[in-house]
């Protein structure tokens, strides 16, 4: 049986499917069954059809051992995304590992803001200039790149390992040559490359759970994802308050702040923004879910 200290020595399709239905079942994995079939798609390198039609062939060796290592791991509660190599972001498949958070839907909407903001700098007869601060696997950067393929665009972060992440995926969507990545903390790398006052948007998924909140974290998130890119202090808002002055120091007239809040924190990352009096008219943007979930300013 999956998950005790003795592993088969060969079991059939079918006997993995169900033992490991059964396995991700008792693990607390909500759709035990349909995750089950893609680690084994994946372990197998075989497609959905092929393990509804085989199920009585016998697996065993390396494919056996892989199989059996992924469901185990998702047992264990390691992201389902980080096991797979990928997750999808605004159409595209991006790659993820540990060192990098792994892109969520609701991340999606700074890339239709940031979209939308830069067109109208587009209409004026510019070509934007775009910073995204704390780029984690780059798929905010590259998906702008992708969408707005005359807009120049730098991509700054703290972890080494995670620009090689975000660089690689820039070369997988063909955008490697329009993102400059820059290693550094928040926008100091910006500094020494000549844009201060000339950036139209800066864009950033900035660190936002509160230390309090911590452990009622899901164990995937808890215990996997990098806590670098998640913990953002006591009250959650620790680089907002620097974020909102950095950013103003990049930004011309009328260029856009853009940033993802937490649920619960927009009303305190407005009262942040007007607080430095470098910013007049604001926005905030719902999730599907209705929270308040993007807040833009204007640099005035």
Same mark, same amino acid.
């Given at each position: 049986? #999956?998950?005790?200290? %003795?592993?088969?020595?060969? /079991?059939?399709?079918?006997?993995?499917?169900?033992?490991?239905?059964?396995?991700?079942?008792?693990?607390?994995?909500?759709?035990?069954?349909?995750?089950?079939?893609?680690?084994?798609?994946?372990?197998?390198?075989?497609?959905?059809?092929?393990?509804?039609?085989?199920?009585?062939?016998?697996?065993?060796?390396?494919?056996?051992?892989?199989? *059996?290592?992924?469901?185990?791991?998702?047992?264990?509660?390691?992201?389902?995304?980080?096991?797979?190599?990928? $997750?999808?972001?605004?159409?595209?498949?991006?790659?993820?590992?540990?060192?990098?958070?792994?892109?969520?839907?609701?991340?999606?909407? *700074?890339?239709?803001?940031?979209?939308?903001?830069?067109?109208?700098?587009?209409?004026?007869?510019?070509?934007?200039?775009?910073?995204?601060?704390?780029?984690?696997?780059?798929?905010?950067?590259?998906?702008?790149? %992708?969408? /707005?393929?005359?807009?120049?665009?730098?991509?700054?972060?703290?972890?080494?390992?995670?620009? %090689?992440?975000?660089?690689?995926?820039?070369?997988?969507?063909?955008?490697?040559?329009?993102?400059?990545?820059?290693?550094?903390?928040?926008? $100091?790398?910006?500094?020494?490359?000549?844009?201060?006052?000339?950036?139209?948007?800066?864009?950033?998924?900035?660190?936002?759970?509160?230390?309090?909140?911590?452990?009622?974290? $899901?164990?995937?998130?808890? *215990?996997?994802?990098?806590?670098?890119?998640?913990?953002?202090?006591?009250?959650?808002?620790? #680089?907002?308050?620097?974020?909102?002055?950095?950013?103003?120091?990049?930004?011309?007239?009328?260029?856009?702040? #853009?940033?993802?809040?937490?649920?619960?924190?927009?009303?305190?990352?407005?009262?942040?923004?007007?607080?430095?009096?470098?910013?007049?008219?604001?926005?905030? %943007?719902?999730?599907?879910?209705?929270?308040?979930?993007?807040?833009?300013?204007?640099?005035?």
């Amino acid at each position: 049986m #999956i998950g005790t200290d %003795r592993s088969p020595q060969a /079991m059939s399709i079918g006997e993995l499917t169900r033992e490991g239905a059964m396995l991700l079942l008792r693990a607390g994995i909500e759709q035990a069954g349909l995750e089950t079939g893609w680690l084994l798609e994946h372990a197998l390198r075989r497609t959905p059809l092929d393990l509804r039609t085989n199920e009585s062939l016998q697996v065993e060796g390396e494919g056996l051992r892989r199989a *059996l290592d992924l469901l185990q791991r998702r047992a264990n509660r390691e992201p389902l995304q980080y096991l797979l190599g990928t $997750q999808e972001f605004c159409g595209v498949e991006f790659e993820v590992e540990p060192s990098v958070l792994i892109p969520r839907p609701e991340t999606e909407l *700074l890339v239709d803001a940031a979209v939308r903001y830069a067109g109208m700098q587009s209409a004026a007869g510019r070509r934007p200039v775009i910073v995204d601060m704390g780029t984690g696997s780059g798929c905010i950067a590259v998906s702008l790149a %992708r969408r /707005m393929p005359l807009a120049v665009l730098y991509a700054t972060d703290r972890s080494a390992e995670a620009l %090689r992440v975000a660089r690689r995926n820039a070369e997988r969507h063909g955008v490697a040559g329009q993102v400059t990545f820059l290693e550094g903390d928040l926008l $100091q790398p910006l500094r020494a490359c000549g844009v201060s006052g000339r950036v139209d948007l800066v864009i950033s998924n900035p660190p936002y759970i509160a230390e309090r909140e911590w452990e009622a974290l $899901q164990p995937e998130v808890r *215990l996997f994802e990098p806590r670098i890119a998640l913990a953002g202090g006591e009250d959650g808002l620790a #680089i907002y308050r620097r974020l909102v002055q950095e950013a103003a120091e990049l930004l011309h007239t009328a260029g856009w702040l #853009i940033m993802e809040v937490g649920q619960g924190q927009a009303e305190s990352v407005r009262a942040l923004i007007e607080a430095t009096g470098r910013y007049g008219t604001m926005d905030v %943007r719902p999730d599907q879910a209705g929270i308040d979930r993007v807040v833009c300013a204007q640099k005035q």
